[in-house]
């Protein structure tokens, strides 16, 4: 049976993907206690910044509307394009995150509204080793409380 620490977690949303090893901590009996009790906590071990979503949607919209003019680009069909040139570069780092660690298992997260873009522009063997989704960003939270997300439930 495969054990958690061979899991790849992997959060993300539009501007930033990071990827996380779980360790396994021994912590010390309190006397009471007849097993050790284990505590798991996430290792970054890569990330990366998605250089097109720094520039804000806004920015690349009003720049092809200049370019192109006003009354030949729908606006939101713009920005709903880019947005999913962006999920697509993010299936493409979560692929290359896979093959690069060999996970047996990924715990995945990524911004609610985009979640089910990313798993389908996501490669075979990635979609395969999904295990946990959160539909949720989670970039920004410390790493103890990334890992709460996915050992709930």
Same mark, same amino acid.
């Given at each position: 049976m495969s054990t958690v620490e061979k899991r790849l977690v992997i959060v993300g949303n539009l501007g930033e993907v990071q990827a996380y090893r779980i360790e396994a901590h021994p912590r010390k009996n309190t006397g009471r206690e007849t097993e050790e009790k284990i505590v798991y906590a996430l290792e970054e071990i890569d990330g990366a910044d998605i250089v097109e979503a720094r520039k804000r949607i806004g920015e690349i919209v009003s720049?092809?509307?200049?370019?192109?003019?006003?009354?030949?680009?729908?606006?939101?069909?713009?920005?709903? =394009?880019?947005?999913? @040139?962006?999920?697509?570069?993010?299936? =493409?780092?979560?692929?290359?995150? &896979?093959?690069?660690?060999?996970? =047996?298992? &990924?715990?995945?997260?990524?911004?609610?509204?985009?979640?089910?873009?990313?798993?389908?522009?996501?490669?075979?063997?990635? @979609?395969?080793?999904?295990?946990?989704? &959160?539909?949720?960003?989670?970039?920004?939270?410390?790493? =103890?409380?990334?890992?709460?997300h996915f050992m709930e439930g």
């Amino acid at each position: 049976m495969s054990t958690v620490e061979k899991r790849l977690v992997i959060v993300g949303n539009l501007g930033e993907v990071q990827a996380y090893r779980i360790e396994a901590h021994p912590r010390k009996n309190t006397g009471r206690e007849t097993e050790e009790k284990i505590v798991y906590a996430l290792e970054e071990i890569d990330g990366a910044d998605i250089v097109e979503a720094r520039k804000r949607i806004g920015e690349i919209v009003s720049d092809a509307m200049g370019r192109f003019g006003h009354e030949t680009l729908d606006e939101h069909e713009l920005e709903k =394009e880019e947005k999913h @040139r962006i999920v697509k570069t993010v299936a =493409e780092l979560v692929d290359m995150l &896979v093959k690069r660690h060999k996970p =047996e298992g &990924v715990w995945l997260s990524f911004t609610k509204a985009y979640l089910p873009s990313l798993e389908e522009a996501l490669g075979q063997e990635s @979609r395969a080793l999904i295990e946990k989704r &959160v539909a949720r960003d989670l970039v920004k939270l410390p790493k =103890e409380k990334v890992l709460a997300h996915f050992m709930e439930g």
